[in-house]
Nanobody, 125 residues
Framework: QVRLEESGGGSVQAGGSLRLSCVAYGSGYSNNCMGWFRQAPGMEREGVSVINADNSTWHADSVKGRFTISRENAKNTVYLQMNSLKPEDTAMYYC???????????????????WGQGTQVTVSS
């Protein structure tokens, strides 16, 4: 049984920082793409950051230079460090596991199989 559990969301003022964590329970995920996605009310779910099995990363243009994704395979955990937060970052943030990806990066939500329940991030101006 695959289960993902996010934590670390909250409310911050613009310019602040948050660190999201996602623990994956079940089989090991060291060979899988792990991703963070977000969805604001009335909007489609969008990719934020992805990390593959060799720790290559992808970040959406809107978060480049502000967000950093990392993983700790021994703990089946992926992190999202979010700095210089903006009001437009306000959304529900979801963690997901994708396919095996040693030399690829999968950035579309449709490519991911298992999802957490999400953690809310709210940034006030």
């Amino acid at each position: 049984q695959v289960r993902l559990e996010e934590s670390g969301g909250g409310s911050v003022q613009a310019g602040g920082s948050l660190r999201l964590s996602c623990v994956a329970y079940g089989s090991g995920y060291s060979n899988n793409c792990m991703g963070w996605f977000r969805q604001a009310p009335g909007m489609e779910r969008e990719g934020v950051s992805v990390i593959n099995a060799d720790n290559s990363t992808w970040h959406a243009d809107s978060v480049k230079g502000r967000f950093t994704i990392s993983r700790e395979n021994a703990k089946n955990t992926v992190y999202l460090q979010m700095n210089s937060l903006k009001p437009e970052d306000t959304a529900m943030y979801y963690c997901a596991t994708g396919p095996d990806c040693l030399f690829s990066l999968y950035t579309r939500a449709a490519e991911y199989d298992y999802w957490g329940q999400g953690t809310q991030v709210t940034v006030s101006s």
